[in-house]
């Protein structure tokens, strides 16, 4: 198995290097381009959507080519078709929150008809129906987002997916390790594109397919042989995009301000503001990001208290992080 997850992982790669460029074309033809505003976009001119296409692409052509499905694979890819093209019509501007909304609960529909559910025993099963519309939602805006700066939302993704993979083989999902470390590939392929200076973006196709994907294959993970607390362990790695969710939403509520409207409430552009450079930036967000992960996995094989010691050592180090955060003045 381990060939057939290094030309999933390297075919997927190369197909996004051939067509992001493509995608670049396209997106320039068509006028399809995030435009600088002085507020939040900051380029020096405008960048080409379409990324996302590409990532998309680039993983649904290995999974096509040479793997077999079950119905969870496909829920995921039919869910994941769904976003992407609702992200597609928002990249040209014509779509209304709302819409972008009820398309996303159609998507979560299709998931939970493919059995992808948060299955938490404690609870009964209508409120872990509720629980994985939150969460496949929420993930579908965190990774929307987040991805607010080159490389940021596609790394924090790629590291993600790495451990997904680490997780579906410790779990033997051999088709889901085949799709995390497929996606890991074209995550890759993509970024040769996407760090600074970004030469394309992701844009809402590309985020909320990111979101909705990692967010599904995350649920299918299990995190609780040997730690029954350890079912919290997507809330870790996804901790980066979840905190700059919760934490621009808090401060666009306490303003009186809709909290699905942007601002310059993301920790990146509050550190950035405070003169962090970009690479800087997006450096030590993946770090971060790796550290809860590792902590993730750490946490599968802890007892009980040292798990509560665990997540109560996080959110105290967010806490702080935010505080810290709040006393940069952003004007």
Sequence with gaps: MLLSYLFASLLAFLIALYGVPIAMSAALRFGVVDKP???LKNQ???????GGLAVYIAVLIPLCLFYDFDIRILAILLAGTLVLLLGLIDDFG?????????GQLIA???????????????????????????????MCNAMNIIDIMDGLAAGIALIASIFLFVVAIFNHHNLIAIYTITLTGSL?????????????????????????????????GDYTANNRLAFLDPLLIFGVAIFDTVYVMILR?????????????????RLKTAGWPVAKIVSVSYVVAAILCATAMLNMFLTLQLSLILY??????FLIAAWRLTRINIG
């Design 37 to 39: 505003d002085g507020r």
């Design 44 to 50: 020096n001119e405008a960048v080409p959507y379409f």
């Design 94 to 102: 014509v779509l209304r929150p709302h819409a972008k909304f009820v």
């Design 108 to 138: 979560v529909i299709v998931l939970i008809k493919g059995d992808i559910v948060i299955k938490i025993h404690a609870f009964p099963y209508q409120v872990n129906l509720v629980l994985t519309v939150l969460w496949i939602v929420g």
């Design 188 to 220: 890759a392929g993509f970024l040769r594109y996407n760090f600074r200076p970004a030469r394309i973006y992701l844009g809402d196709a590309g985020s909320l397919f990111l979101g909705l994907t990692l967010g599904a294959l995350a649920i299918i």
């Design 253 to 269: 509520i306490s303003k009186g301000k809709s909290p699905f409207l942007g601002s310059r409430d993301h920790f990146a552009v």
């Design 312 to 317: 109560g050592a996080v959110l105290l180090f």
